[in-house]
């Protein structure tokens, strides 16, 4: 896909407000003088997460999806004492979910709101954004401006005791309205490519906290719709792959009955839903059944599994983890590429003489390319990183292999460490991702990822006993006694 095609794409959805299909889509395309074919089109629609499939081979954006849709929140205590807001988490699902919260911007009466520090303890910082999970928490508030200072890569990711946080000023609204806590602003998304959002106060507090208002009964009707529309979710979609992806998903399909003017919040929403909490996915958060674990498998994946040979399929090596182990061999000054081989195919993974082949020719051919420009100096500060990177990654994709079970199988291993194993995969895929980048690593950056080495190191050692405890029980079970 040229750069012209996706430089389009990516203007499109991020502006396009209504329905389309890809076939729409591609004679845009084509009237533009672009040549792409309908199955690539697709391929990517379906894999962009600004856009949403819909029935019938129809699509809408993220920004068609949202844009004038309405949300609120309650501002606590000590954000009203201050006279300021940070939006934290509380605009999800309904922005870019790739904007920092701290940079969109705000308006009231047609006047953009300007932005105010907010005072604050760790703990309520990372109230505020709990919804990108308590594993990332900590990276999203370190990247606010106002905590530039803080280098929590090199204090293990812990947060001080107190710290600021950038917030949006509310004295203009204070200037205009009798606002005090208990009362809630209602948002509207003005202009979803920009990060415009329209806000609203909303006095509703009381002489009397023993009241029940119309708007009370209202707002709780809509809690129900939201539960049982998460409810609903879970078992038609599982666990999606995050909290985000979650909720865009149901305030888009429940869109009518969830963005109204007497909606409540996610937080409101989490903190007094008896069916529906933050729970432990592996070694990341979603939303699930409260008090529940969240299994591996279930009916929105089953479908997957059966159709695959084996229920947990050898991952297919993308170009830069071979780049990896090639620039891997290069830095420990080694030149037997056959040696390779063996690293990269787990011995638990057969394959034919033919993909082998194939292998070690796409392997001999990469090599010969790199080792042109390769320079053992420059790759000094990557190249520790990175062969620790790789030596879990190997043992990773080995226990992957091992755990060569069918459907029904699999639903007997432990699935809590089921999900930690995929994700450490993914997780180290991402490092080595940007490790393949000839450019070296900021210092901090460097520091990152050796505590995340190093706590995902820890974690596998946690669950491979687990799980080959499991697998061997699975395989006595193979065998009947007659």
């Not at 012209?4 to 009237?31: D, H, Q, V, W």
């Amino acid at each position: 896909m040229s750069v012209s095609i996706e430089n389009f794409l990516t203007n499109f959805l991020r502006t396009y407000p209504m329905p389309f299909s890809a076939k729409e889509l591609l004679a845009m395309l084509c009237g533009l003088g672009h040549k792409i074919s309908l199955e690539e089109l697709m391929d990517f629609l379906d894999n962009d997460g600004r856009a949403f499939a819909l029935q019938k081979r129809m699509y809408i954006t993220r920004a068609g999806a949202f844009t004038n849709q309405i949300f609120s929140f309650v501002p606590t205590q000590r954000e009203v004492e201050q006279k300021v807001f940070v939006p934290g988490d509380r605009c999800m699902p309904f922005v870019d979910l790739d904007v920092l919260s701290y940079s969109f911007t705000f308006e009231f009466l047609g006047q953009e709101l300007p932005k105010k520090k907010f005072n604050t303890d760790c703990n309520t910082a990372r109230d505020m954004f709990c919804l990108y999970g308590d594993e990332f928490s900590a990276q999203y508030i370190s990247s606010d401006p106002a905590c530039a200072d803080l280098h929590i890569a090199e204090n293990n990711f812990e947060l001080p005791l107190k710290m600021s946080l950038t917030g949006v000023s509310l004295e203009p609204v204070f200037d205009k309205v009798d606002f005090k806590y208990g009362d809630r602003i209602l948002c509207r998304v003005y202009d979803w490519d920009k990060g415009i959002i329209e806000i609203i106060p909303i006095l509703s507090h009381k002489l009397n906290p023993f009241q029940i208002s119309a708007e009370d009964m209202e707002r709780q009707k809509w809690y129900e719709v939201l539960e049982n529309a998460l409810l609903e979710s879970f078992d038609r979609m599982g666990p999606c792959s995050s909290i985000e992806e979650q909720l865009a998903n149901v305030f888009y399909e429940h869109r009518k009955e969830l963005c109204v003017p007497d909606c409540g919040s996610i937080h409101e929403f989490i903190d007094n839903s008896k069916k529906v909490g933050l729970e432990l996915f592996g070694v990341e958060t979603r939303l699930w059944f409260k008090g529940k674990d969240v299994p591996a498998v279930g009916k929105w994946n089953e479908d997957l599994y059966e159709a695959e040979e084996r229920a947990i399929p050898f991952f297919a090596l993308p170009d830069f983890v071979i780049d990896c182990y090639l620039k891997d061999q290069m830095y420990e000054k080694k030149d037997d590429v056959s040696e390779l081989i063996d690293k990269i195919i787990p011995k638990h993974l057969a394959i034919s003489k033919k993909e082998k082949e194939m292998l070690t020719l796409q392997i001999h051919n990469r090599n010969a390319i790199l080792r042109k420009n390769y320079n053992w100096f420059a790759d000094f500060a990557n190249g520790a990183i990175r062969h620790r990177a790789l030596t879990l990654f190997s043992e990773v994709g080995s226990l992957v292999c091992e755990l060569d079970c069918d459907n029904k199988e699999l639903d007997q291993l432990p699935q809590q460490e089921l999900v930690t194993l995929s994700q450490l995969y993914t997780h180290i895929s991402r490092i080595l991702e940007i490790l393949s980048d000839d450019s070296g690593c900021e210092e901090e950056e460097a520091c990152a990822m050796e505590l995340s080495l190093e706590g995902m190191e820890l974690n596998f050692e946690d669950i491979k006993p687990l799980l080959l405890s499991a697998l061997d029980k699975v395989k006595k079970n193979r065998f009947n006694v007659i």
